[in-house]
């Protein structure tokens, strides 16, 4: 416990330190959020479906998480290299402690960032329905930063240099933020691509985020909880694994 | 306090130990040196229980690395070729860390802490971003925390790599007064001979996989005939430059240096 705990701390610390890059990381969301925002809002207003901020809220913040979930589970490749992970590889402690301490720190700095994009959310006119709902809101939202902070590093500790971080981030990050149903709603979509959102994960992230602070579901909220409770559960372990094949 | 017997490692085809033997007493400075990819480094990685041996027999102060592994990690510090500090971290919190990796007690672990900051002339600057260190304090900090949790064995895998010569020469001053204070034997790679010269009681040169020659400074110029122990050492490897394919991590070090991290 004490190794599990000394590192999650250590996340917390790098994060907390980490000032211009937390503001330097609201750039992104903040674009999404006043851009298509606003910009769409008369659009989506017209065909009745309500206010698109209201909408675009919830898939903005989960896009914050994944983002930042990710990048740190792939930053362990560099930090194997030439960081603090290769001291922590060679001590005498279970792999296994160390993949977990890391990734409950990484997952916790994750959901700290989206819940700073939730407030800039709320500053720009973004208002939950219910706000007895909005602890279930967090609960999600931290699901879906250990699920992609696991699946960050099932990759990181198989990729062997950073060629292939570029890869990962085109061909899997984008198309699972953009197939998430994150920008746009996901009934009646053409059949190829209703088939590809509901094969990815982060679609049941954002519908139960949505569901819990606008009232609005896809999937239903027990099916959104079980495939995320179930899937974390699976990348954890895989992630586990590919950890502890990790050589320095 | 280290016995290798003829020690093999093989990457497919390519022999990169080669049947070596060799031992390193208690209280010892050794130098193992070699050209680039003449198996320093890979030697270092099957005595530290990074990698397992192809064929052969390692003991580490009485104990197998390849099947008492946590049990073989107490026993030894390491300093890598890589820099392995969390830079957004202070020189504390990195000590701090390290501890608790190798569940030194609380007590003990700050008494250590001190002590060892204070020997590497760190302790006022504790409180300090590593970020902020020039390359000689963060190699001493390694080195420091490197002994944090009483080892028998310090490895030492090109520390001076890098670092001017007031710098080279203020680590091995420390690291000789360390190696009596604390009874730590100490086993090191450098490109630099004048280094081996000064702090190393005996040497091991290693070439092609196997070990070409070892003993002391001293007996290796006399076997070659030469004044210095470069020239002995390159009467001994030969002046041929080795052009290794670069691997994965040499191309990282690349980036490293473009982004300056």
Not at chain 1, 223 to 238: E, K, N, P, Q, Y
Not at chain 2, 107 to 132: G, P, S, Y
Not at chain 2, 240 to 248: F, K
Request: glycine share 8%; with cysteine.
């Amino acid at each position: 416990m004490p190794v599990i705990y000394i590192l999650w701390l250590r996340e917390l610390k790098r994060y907390v330190r980490s000032k211009a890059q937390i503001i330097a990381s609201l750039g992104q969301p903040v674009l999404y959020l006043l851009v298509l925002g606003y910009g769409l809002s008369p659009v989506f207003r017209r065909s009745g479906a309500g206010s698109y901020l209201q909408f675009v809220a919830p898939g903005v913040i989960s896009m914050t998480v994944l983002f930042s979930s990710m990048f740190s589970g792939i930053a362990l490749l560099w930090d194997r290299q030439f960081g603090f992970l290769k001291e922590t590889l060679i001590a005498p402690v279970p792999r296994v402690q160390i993949m977990i301490g890391r990734t409950c720190g990484a997952a916790t700095t994750a959901l700290l960032q989206g819940l700073l994009v939730a407030i800039v959310c709320v500053v720009a006119g973004f208002r939950p329905v219910n706000l007895a709902a909005v602890p279930a809101a967090i609960a999600f939202l931290a699901l879906i930063a250990t699920l992609f902070t696991a699946l960050g590093t099932t990759i990181g500790s198989s990729l062997k240099d950073m060629q292939g971080f570029q890869m990962v981030m085109n061909f899997l990050v984008l198309p699972i933020f953009f197939l998430s149903g994150a920008l746009f709603p996901l009934d009646n979509l053409p059949k190829v691509l209703a088939l590809f959102t509901a094969i990815d994960p982060l679609s049941y992230g954002v519908d139960g985020l949505r569901a819990m602070l606008i009232a609005q579901t896809h999937f239903g909220t027990t099916l959104d909880l079980a495939v995320l409770a179930g899937l974390t559960a699976v990348v954890i372990c895989a992630g586990a694994w590919r950890f502890s094949k990790i050589e320095v | 306090m280290i016995v290798v017997q003829n020690l093999t490692k093989k990457f497919g085809d390519l022999v990169a130990v080669d049947d070596i033997s060799f031992e390193v007493a208690a209280g010892e400075i050794f130098a193992f040196l070699g050209p680039n990819g003449a198996g320093k480094t890979t030697t270092i990685k099957m005595l530290t229980t990074l990698t397992p041996a192809t064929r052969g027999k390692v003991t580490i102060d009485g104990l197998d690395p390849a099947r008492q592994q946590h049990e073989v990690r107490k026993r030894f510090g390491i300093v890598f070729q890589d820099p392995s500090l969390d830079q957004n971290l202070t020189a504390w919190e990195n000590m701090e860390i390290h501890g608790v990796l190798y569940g030194v007690p609380r007590r003990l672990r700050r008494e250590r802490i001190q002590t060892l900051l204070t020997a590497f002339e760190l302790w006022n600057r504790r409180d300090d971003l590593v970020l902020k260190f020039s390359g000689g304090m963060r190699r001493r900090l390694e080195i420091a925390r490197g002994l944090l949790h009483t080892p028998r064995i310090l490895f030492l895998d090109e520390p001076t790599l890098g670092l001017d010569p007031q710098s080279r020469n203020q680590l091995w001053t420390h690291v000789k007064e360390l190696n009596r204070v604390e009874q730590v034997t100490v086993f090191l790679t450098t490109h630099y001979m004048d280094e081996a010269d000064r702090v190393a009681s005996r040497i091991a040169v290693i070439d092609h996989g196997k070990i070409v020659a070892s003993g002391s400074s001293a007996q290796l110029k006399q076997r070659t005939g030469k004044e210095s122990l470069e020239e002995a050492f390159l009467a001994l490897t030969g002046t041929a430059i080795r052009d290794e394919s670069a691997g994965a991590a040499d191309r990282m070090r690349q980036m490293a240096r473009m982004w300056r991290r």
